[in-house]
């Protein structure tokens, strides 16, 4: 039979050892919340002059969930590569969401726009149109605080009346690549 002074010595430990196992998963919890999806970013693709800029806007206050908005800064000729691709002029800004898989990964999905230089016509007034829509889905893996390696696959889809990608029709071009990117921060 255990005596009073048994018990509560028994008491005792099992509270030390629940507070321990407490303290030890809040602070792996503040590890864990230290990569938030916020701020703005620089994306590069090492060996190509391929820069992208970005700014993940936090959708929660836990920022594990952001609205994703930037521009292509040097188009990517994917016309050069497959002749199913339209020539494009320029690339829209792209919009899109990236959510939190883990402690320190995350996927996205982008979208942008390929634009071509048309001469207007009654017609069509415009001096530029949509040539296809472009579809970036990611996978991010945080190195530190301000640093993101990405990988990604880049599909290239005719654009529906809506302007949206027409994923029910073939792909016109499809690659894969990978990525880095740095926060921009004082």
Known sequence: MLSNKSIVLTSVTALG????????????????QSYKLD????????????????VFAPSDP????????GSVLVRIPAD?????????????????????TGHDTAKLILVGHGI?????????????RVA???VAKGELKFKAPGEIDCTFTLTDY??????LPDTSQPSLFSTQGAGKMVRVSF
């Open 132 to 134: 296809f829509a472009w």
């Open 116 to 128: 071509q230089k048309v001469a207007p016509s009654l017609t069509y007034p415009f001096w530029e």
């Open 17 to 32: 050892a629940a507070l321990l196992v407490l303290t030890q998963t809040a602070g792996s919890r503040e590890d864990q």
């Open 158 to 163: 005719p654009v529906g009346e809506d302007g």
């Open 62 to 69: 836990s920022g594990r969930k952001a609205a994703v908005y």
């Open 80 to 100: 050069l590569v497959d002749p199913k691709v339209p020539y494009t002029d320029s690339s829209s800004d792209y919009v899109g969401e990236v959510v939190m």
């Open 39 to 54: 701020g703005s970013w620089i994306i590069t693709v090492p060996g190509t002059p391929l820069v992208w800029n970005g």
